[in-house]
């Protein structure tokens, strides 16, 4: 089993930064991906970032040069850095990893105003 405890979410105006952050503790050892997906009204659930156990990032398209996804081990947290946000990312962000399982967080709202 693991947990999930996320953090950073609020209001920014455009252009603006928000850091996210996704503290895991459990199983941890069994982890092989992180990452972040997103979820705005009326919307499909979407991949934001994601990191692998090796190292490999994959991006969005529409994220790509904005957000930055990168882990701290000792701290067990994985962390999303959104740079010059725009209105639409606004939506509910949601960590997830993957071990044998797949577990979520309780999701932190982004919101990006014009």
């Known amino acids: 089993q693991v947990q999930l405890v996320e953090s950073g979410g609020g209001l920014v105006q455009a252009g603006g930064s928000l850091r996210l952050s996704c503290a895991a503790s459990?199983?941890?050892?069994?982890?092989?991906?992180m990452g972040w997906y997103r979820q705005a009204p009326g919307k499909q659930r979407e991949l934001a970032a994601r990191?692998?156990?090796?190292?490999?990032?994959i991006y969005a398209d529409s994220v790509k040069g904005r957000f930055t996804i990168y882990r701290d081990n000792a701290k067990n947290t994985v962390y999303l850095q959104m740079n010059s946000l725009k209105p639409e990312d606004t939506a509910v962000y949601y960590c997830?990893?993957?071990?044998?399982?797949?577990?979520w967080g309780q999701g932190t709202q982004v919101t990006v105003s014009s």
């Open positions: 997830r990893v993957r071990t044998n399982d797949v577990y």
């Open positions: 990191l692998t156990s090796s190292g490999t990032t």
């Open positions: 459990g199983s941890i050892f069994s982890i092989n991906t």
